[in-house]
């Protein structure tokens, strides 16, 4: 039962079905929110109502944001590598980009081949992929290393046949900071075959 | 640097604000809520704005709902107790409230006293609480067991004498599911001394 009204009880169960938040977290969420009801429950609304406005999905490459063709499809400068990074999610390209990987540009499929969970490749952004492969010397399918991501990656590289576009895969290895121990079998063994001279 | 544009990097700095969330998971928040903007985000949008306008402080109790007097402090059925119950904090009340403590009315102090960190008897709410104590046959004091809880405890309990209302406390003991040997042993010989028998 709620103890706040029901205004208080909905906005709880709203977010509690952020990722990571649950109910209990979500109280709390709503509890901090009503005490700084000036500093923060304002701004945060106000700034909830500007982004159901402004944002929406790029048309070309599915990042979001709040124009479309997406400020990093619209930059000239990111022609010039001639590089396409392609990656499942917008979270992958938002870290590539914080990464500062470079004047590259993206293309979000959305997901990735599952056979067993009934995702073919007209359920992600392949066609789209395909039909801008062209523009690009290199596509790097920089997708996560599950079995998944494997067979889409697989997919994709068949597919991309003969487009002339060159296809690559980031590589594996090492995480920097990482600790060797902590690390699977198949990662070290390639880290070792992709060693380089220091 | 922000990869969707101002209003969703102004959104996730707000977001990472909440308890439970940081920058991380605030972003992966505001992707789902871009995601699922008609199931979620909008429906979010929409109830910030009505908790904004509707919810308030109790100006009796300090509980937090949309009406003042709150609608626990409102509801004629809680007087036949007679029993106030004393807590720090809103989260406090809603947990007793979840726990079906029953037909009760409560009292937010709003934090405890800690002469370490400045606070002191008029930085939270014990004269409104002095004020009311003649209503109730008893006040339950179930405040946190740290030294700060304790200690607003005992000055509470000096405060009241003479009100003419009983004074009592949570019991200690062991949690219901509680493993014993992940208690300390104030709790345990404190369960074992108020022993019941079965
Ligand atoms: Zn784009
Ligand atoms: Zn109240």
């Known amino acids: 039962m709620a103890s ?84 499942e999610d917008v979270a992958d390209l938002w870290a590539l980009e914080r990464a500062g990987v470079g004047a590259v540009k993206y293309h979000v499929l959305g997901g990735v081949l599952s056979p067993l969970d009934g995702v073919g490749p007209e359920d992600i952004s392949i066609e789209a992929l395909l039909g801008r492969a062209h523009e690009f010397r290199e596509i790097v399918l920089a997708v996560n290393a599950t079995v998944e991501g494997q067979t889409t990656a697989h997919y994709i590289t068949d597919r991309l046949a003969g487009s002339g576009a060159k296809v690559t895969r980031l590589a594996h290895g090492v995480p920097v900071g990482g600790e060797l121990d902590y690390l699977d079998e198949g990662t070290l063994s390639q880290a070792l075959r992709a060693r380089t001279e220091i």
């Open 4 to 87: 706040g009204g029901p205004e208080i009880e909905q906005l709880i169960q709203l977010l509690a079905r952020l990722p990571g938040l649950g109910p209990r977290s979500a109280r709390r969420a709503v509890l901090q929110l009503v005490k700084k009801k000036e500093q923060l429950m304002i701004p945060l609304s106000a700034a909830l109502d500007r982004a159901v406005e402004a944002v929406r999905s790029c048309e070309v490459c599915g990042n979001i944001d709040t124009m479309s063709p997406c400020s990093i499809c619209a930059d000239p400068r990111r022609n010039d590598s001639g590089m396409l990074i392609v990656v």
